[in-house]
């Protein structure tokens, strides 16, 4: 094995299983650790067409990379660094439609960014756009290891998967602790209490 690779969207359970992983002994790397912001690390690589991992070769696992401009460089990722795994951590759109909203309304002075950046369908929580990129993403993965059941792994913590799928896949042996949840509020997914009215009228159409 290689490398592991988080392919999911955030706001699917990356910080748990960059928890899990570290428990099993692989030294990761998370977007909201302090090792740095990988997802424009890996983007300026890719531009400058140096290996998307120029810098940060020394970590065992790279999770919550994922940004609309670099979805696809999973694909890059399998051609540079063979006989990796990928986990596709997920949820049920609706949900994670629910725990985006909520993380990004949340953002200091996000009217200023939206003025920054008007086209932006992070900043200016773009539910449809949000939805399109979850279906393609999901389809991109799923159709380019369809045929490589031992190099991907479907993930959802929010359905019960744990140790032993995680573990199974990876061919280690089970800790004997509960598998982390980091995010438990998230994960109970509380109703969104301040969700504007377009959110609500298009999430009854899910």
Same mark, same amino acid.
């Given at each position: 094995?290689?490398?592991?690779? &988080?392919? &999911? $969207? ?7 299983? !960059?928890?899990a ?7 990761? @790397?998370? *977007?909201?650790?302090?090792? &740095?912001?990988?997802? #424009? +690390? ?12 120029? &810098?940060?070769?020394?970590y065992? !696992?790279? $999770?919550?990379?994922? #940004?609309?401009?670099?979805? #696809?460089?999973?694909? /890059? +990722? ?17 949900? *994670? ?5 909520? #993380? @990004?309304?949340?953002i200091?002075? +996000? ?7 008007p086209?932006n369908? *992070?900043y200016?929580?773009? @539910? ?6 979850y279906? /393609?993403?999901?389809i ?22 744990? *140790? ?30 301040? !969700? ?11």
């Amino acid at each position: 094995m290689n490398k592991i690779f &988080g392919v &999911g $969207l955030n706001k699917t359970g990356t910080t748990s299983m !960059a928890k899990a992983l570290e428990i099993l002994g692989f030294d990761y @790397v998370h *977007w909201q650790s302090k090792k &740095g912001n990988i997802k #424009h +690390l890996i983007e300026k690589n890719d531009q400058k067409n140096q290996p998307l991992l120029h &810098g940060i070769e020394r970590y065992d !696992a790279y $999770l919550d990379w994922n #940004h609309p401009r670099t979805n #696809h460089l999973f694909k /890059k +990722l399998d051609f540079q660094y063979p006989n990796s795994k990928f986990i596709h951590h997920t949820r049920p759109m609706e949900d *994670w439609i629910k725990s985006r909203y909520q #993380h @990004v309304s949340s953002i200091p002075d +996000l009217k200023k960014w939206q003025k920054k950046y008007p086209d932006n369908p *992070w900043y200016n929580l773009d @539910v449809e756009a949000w939805k399109k990129e979850y279906d /393609k993403h999901h389809i991109d993965v799923r159709s380019y290891f369809k045929n490589r059941p031992d190099d991907l792994l479907i993930f959802d913590l929010f359905a019960g998967d744990s *140790w032993e799928e995680l573990c199974d896949f990876l061919q280690v042996e089970k800790p004997n602790v509960e598998f982390p949840v980091e995010n438990k509020a998230d994960k109970k997914m509380n109703p969104l209490k301040k !969700a504007s009215n377009k959110l609500k009228a298009f999430l009854k159409l899910l």
